[in-house]
């Protein structure tokens, strides 16, 4: 009996997509215009390769999913968020994500703004309410949020978005100087998927370490193939292609080439996979999302 | 020997100030821009209102306000972003705040949409980091993080702004819906401020439902007065007269006239007085603080 990979993550797509809204409505109030257009950005799709990472570590461990629950979905309401300040007119001025329209492009700036303000604010409340009453204790929620608000702020995501923005347009760009923009930026929110899953999951400290490994690995892979399907990409990917290009975003394919791109992606991709070797066939799941994600063409 | 509040609070800000700054320095990493454009609107000055009602809360339970330092500069930091965003040209478009050009008039639009992004999540990690290493138990922690999420999120603060958003330029405001603005826009965050301060110093149900009152009061109060002081208000309010009015944002003074709001800010003043009886002189600090916000003219 093999495992499928896209039957995998489209059921645990169906999972996250219904606990979130389920979440979701319940901080609905009389606060109609906000909790709309925050459902609106948080329903409007994506891959929720986060929350799926999160539950994944956290099964691969013998835990149990449903702890991870609260915890999964802050972190893609964390997301969420992130992508709507970056799509305002300010940042990177998109109208299009996801194949919708942008969260501005519907409810105006100001309540884009707003809307990503209360995502982040509210996960870090459903992190502390569900958790406590899925009986996580006190000092795993600590835990967990530390690892969020740390790979999250000034020192992990945001970091990397405000570096990325002083960098357009920039002619001196190194290798080095985009690397760390992508494991701020992307990477950060993708080690802290798997990390906190881990935890949850009852991780000892060399599993942490492997998992460590193996998520930093993932990201950055993860964000080459972004780079190289915003230069191939097809319709799937429901945002323009050659926005990158138009922004004169440093790149991996900018710096390096499309050819060296790709494999500069496999490789970390192997070394992903290899950092699971004690897991055995355990680590089936995070094993298959790797390959996928770096074998990539949408 | 009289309590001088003027001095208590001047000494108050300066102990804020200095906190505030060690705390912000040891963020700093080579992220210059951002972390130089969080520190100029956390450093931009400000009564440093909650921080102080934090501290004012603990010590007269008996606390050490040392405990509270965390908290107390975190609600400080969340208070900076609020601010940061409200001015920002979709909301507020203001140029001036305290008397200094706003951060997006310093640093640009994406910066200060990023600085604030970056103080709301770095907060939560602040009192992560360094409540556990004062020793505050995980319990405490999660329910102070608890109380500031929510008094900030969707059903707080954010939410509070979003409904006045909503309202700006409507004809149809009544003292009700004002009310609820308020009491979610400015009263939520002085709430918590005077409840965490509470918590850490160790109160019981008992003096926690004296301190809401006492603070639900309070924040009320002080934002009437606002209202009332930007009509009024002299130069050292560090922003230009008349901006509600120019906005034609309901504020008490245009529903109920100037001279009933400053009676009704002085009723609730004397309400959130009333509540701290059972406290005796230990509230000498937070009953001054009423005093001294209810008779403000600046």
């Not at 219904?18 to 909790?35: A, C, G, I, Q």
């Not at 190194?174 to 991780?203: C, D, N, P, Q």
Request: a negative charge; hydrophobic letters at 40%.
């Amino acid at each position: 009996m093999g495992f499928d990979i896209k039957d995998y993550l489209s059921s645990r797509k169906v999972l996250v997509d219904k606990t979130l809204l389920e979440y979701l409505l319940r901080f609905k109030s009389d606060l109609s215009k906000l909790h709309e257009s925050m459902l609106y950005s948080v329903m409007a799709g994506g891959k929720r390769l986060r929350p799926i990472l999160c539950m994944a570590s956290c099964e691969m461990l013998g835990g149990n999913i449903e702890k991870t629950f609260p915890v999964a979905c802050a972190i893609e309401m964390i997301h969420t968020y992130s992508l709507i300040h970056d799509d305002l007119p300010s940042m990177d001025d998109d109208l299009l994500r996801r194949g919708k329209p942008t969260n501005h492009s519907v409810y105006g700036e100001a309540l884009a703004i707003l809307a990503g303000d209360a995502l982040l604010t509210d996960a870090f409340c459903l992190i502390v309410d569900e958790g406590i009453s899925l009986r996580l204790t006190p000092s795993l929620v600590v835990s967990v949020i530390k690892d969020i608000a740390e790979g999250s702020g000034s020192h992990g995501m945001v970091g990397g978005q405000a570096i990325d923005l002083s960098l357009e347009g920039s002619k001196v760009v190194t290798l080095e100087m985009s690397e760390r923009v992508h494991s701020l930026k992307t990477g950060a929110l993708i080690e802290v998927s798997v990390m906190t899953g881990a935890k949850i999951g009852g991780a000892n400290r060399e599993q942490l370490s492997q998992l460590k490994s193996y998520s930093k690995a993932l990201g950055l892979a993860f964000q080459i193939i972004d780079d190289v399907l915003d230069i191939e990409g097809g319709r799937e990917i429901g945002k323009s292609r050659g926005v990158d290009v138009r922004k004169k975003k440093a790149t991996y394919p900018s710096l390096i080439g499309v050819e060296n791109a790709k494999k500069m992606a496999a490789k970390l991709t192997n070394e992903a996979i290899d950092a699971l070797e004690d897991f055995g066939s355990e680590a089936v799941a995070l094993r298959e999302i790797a390959h996928y994600l770096g074998g990539r063409t949408y």
